[in-house]
């Protein structure tokens, strides 16, 4: 549905409808090239148009493409409304399209289920807040409408939202750990990123990053579980900064070493919290182990209680006030 507003200043387009929206200031630039924002009754493709006081604005939220055709994927559905839907994505499956990938994406099966989502993300990235990587399995949330992920995306932020991760190591941590760095791409392997304040030359960029990793349970072969909560969300972050401590998740070739499991990367994402964008009431949501790696716990963890330590609030508390 259209919204019309008139400048009641002088400002940039881009930052007059990011204040009226909501939204931050990209996502509207990328309405904005689509065509979706007309000034004075003319299309406008630049987020950097002056605005006059009294100028007219009509923003008209972007169309989703037609469900295409083909059977979606299954996955499990943790929790869904009229405003959010929190799945639990299944491993060896990319978020949403991108150059360079290939094959169907998550983006994709949604659609084709026929679910509403979010447009300000463009049409690449409708209802799509926040990422997992190909290989990581786990809880993720997306939005189905303007505002929700408005909301969403501004707690994303603020760290209102945020994400608390499983991993089996192949070799165990000593104590609970917390890395804090400038996370970047690896100057010798584009590929990876890497802990830039660790490297030996001086290296520029990257972004600020945090990982606390809590041990849960170590087996008798030395593999051990453990709990990771973010304190931002960069590509990779979990495995660069294992990486930087000389640790890597089991099934990560990337990362990690050669070894006997041919699995994929066993690493999920088990609990996520949000504040539901419409009710402000706070939730917490769990995304239940996936067969693989459960299989790979019950058979190489058996001489361990480890499964105690899954609680939902024994997670929490672990972490303590962080949490």
Known sequence: ?????????????????AKH????????????????????????????????VG???????????????????????IYE???????????????????????LTLLDHLKAKGYTLSTLSGEWRCGIVHRLDKDTSGAIL??????????????????EMGRYYLAILSTPLSAPTKVECNLGRHPKNRLKMTNLNALRQEA??????KSAFMPLAT?????????????????????????SLNRHIVGDPLYGQADSYNGRILLHAYLLYCTHPKTGQRLLFKAQILPDMLEYLKTDFQEVSWDGFLQERCILDLFGADS
Request: net charge positive.
């Open 1 to 17: 549905m259209e919204q019309k507003f008139s400048a009641t200043e002088v400002g940039r387009l881009d930052h007059f409808l």
């Open 142 to 159: 997306v939005a189905k409408t303007n505002a929700a992920h408005a909301h969403l995306a501004a707690q994303l932020k603020s760290k």
């Open 204 to 209: 520029k960029g990257g972004k600020w990053s």
């Open 55 to 77: 100028d007219a604005v009509v923003f008209t939220p972007p169309k989703t493409q037609e469900t295409p055709a083909y059977a979606p994927l299954e996955f499990e559905v």
């Open 219 to 243: 087996s008798s072969k030395g593999q051990q579980l453990i709990a990771i909560k973010l304190y931002s969300g960069r590509t990779h972050q979990i495995r660069a900064h294992l990486e």
């Open 21 to 52: 929206l909501g939204v931050a200031s990209h996502q509207v630039l990328q309405c904005i090239k689509a065509g979706c924002v007309r000034v004075n009754s003319k299309i406008c493709h630049k987020g950097g148009v002056k605005l006059k």
């Open 81 to 103: 409304d009229a405003d959010i839907l929190v799945i639990n994505k299944p491993p060896n499956l990319v978020v949403h399209p991108a150059s360079g990938v290939r094959g």
